[in-house]
């Protein structure tokens, strides 16, 4: 079969209708992007890229080096490119205006430049989280209200991993597909077509030093995979955590398995811990795409109506089995409770 590169997919893309060029051409800059950020991150200690910044992030949270650079990267790239009206990101607390002089587009670009960067210094894989709206007609500098559309509004999502090998996987709402940078040429290679994860799974990722927190519904549930052969599931489960949540979808997309990071009492107060516009919303899109689910525990993230642009929400993504069991005993417990 003839490789066929990112660039030939996504004209068949627009050949079919489901994209139009500026996308394509938006979608071909962010890629180019994320092929320098992997190539920053791949230095590690030679580059001098590891550790902290020295600065904070809106969230609060330390920035690495590489979180710093990977965003200037996206913001570079796009500012230039003719495709955005605006973007934001984990890394700035407002959107980010394209440059008086460079061109504008229709769409808005949000993305979390560098997920997972508390692995970084351990070189364990990391990523890049994107998602594409359409800017609402008539805005010429969008706000943060602009960007507020659920998730069932995106034109388009992606992750890049960067791990042994760089993997771009997306969407645009007509199946999620894989591509694989081929180093030698510096292109991406379609690797998987019209993805389809396994609705049932014995593999769940769930960071389980936070149990005592959890609320009831996922105490029982969680219980009933560790209890395996022994209990109500009658059948055993494994685990995994990796801490980099595109590491951990990128092993659902590729062979099933369910991710979840629950409301607990220690996150109960910020709403969760992963964020909507450019962690779940994004996932979410990928997995639904690929035949899997994505709720809060008790509604599709995607039909959620965003509040604020680094809004938290619980995750549960995956295989539709799990997904949809987990949920059931967070609504029945709620129904219960009434
Ligand atoms: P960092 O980007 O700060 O490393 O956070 C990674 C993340 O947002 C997500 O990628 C992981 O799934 C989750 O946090 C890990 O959370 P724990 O630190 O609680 O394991």
Redesign the pocket.
């Given at each position: 079969m003839k490789p066929v590169s990112l660039i030939q997919f996504l004209i068949e893309e627009r050949r079919a209708g489901h994209i139009n060029a500026e996308l394509s051409l938006l979608i071909e800059v962010v890629a180019r992007a994320c092929k320098r950020i992997g190539v920053a991150t791949g230095k590690g200690a030679l580059g001098g890229v590891l550790g902290e910044a020295g600065t904070g992030n809106i969230q609060g949270?330390a920035q690495k080096k590489l979180?710093v650079i990977s965003n200037e990267i996206l913001l570079e790239a796009n500012a230039w490119g003719g495709h955005l009206a605006a973007c934001a990101s984990?890394e700035m607390e407002d959107p980010q205006q394209i440059p008086d002089g460079y061109p504008k587009g229709q769409h808005l670009l949000l993305f979390?430049p560098?997920?997972?960067?508390?692995?970084i210094d351990v070189n364990i894989s990391?990523g890049t989280i994107f998602s594409v709206l359409r800017c609402p007609d008539g805005v010429t500098e969008p706000k943060a209200e602009h960007f507020l559309q659920p998730g069932t509004t995106q034109l388009a999502a992606g992750y890049v991993v960067y791990g042994p090998s760089t993997v771009l996987v997306l969407t645009f709402g007509h199946g999620t597909h894989e591509f694989t940078l081929d180093r030698e040429v510096g292109s991406f290679i379609l690797s998987r077509r019209g993805i389809r994860i396994p609705e049932a799974t014995a593999e769940f990722a769930i960071?389980m030093?936070?149990q005592r927190h959890w609320q009831a519904p996922m105490q029982r549930y969680v219980g009933e995979l560790l209890a395996g052969k022994t209990g109500p599931r009658g059948r055993d489960f494994n685990m995994r955590?990796?801490?980099?949540?595109?590491a951990?979808v990128h092993r659902i997309v590729t062979r099933g398995g369910v991710?979840y990071?629950p409301l607990d009492a220690k996150i109960e107060k910020q709403g969760g811990?992963?964020?909507i516009m450019y962690?779940a919303n994004p996932m979410a899109f990928i997995v639904e795409q690929a035949g899997g689910a994505a709720t809060t525990g008790r509604q599709r993230i995607m039909e959620l109506q965003p509040t604020g642009l680094h809004q938290r929400v619980p995750v549960f993504l995956g295989s539709k089995e799990e997904v949809e069991l987990a949920t059931r005993y967070h609504l029945e417990a709620d129904a219960a409770q009434g």
């Open positions: 949270e979180d984990e979390d560098l997920d997972g960067s508390s692995n990391v960071n030093s936070n955590w990796v801490a980099s949540m595109v951990d991710f990071y811990k992963l964020r962690e």
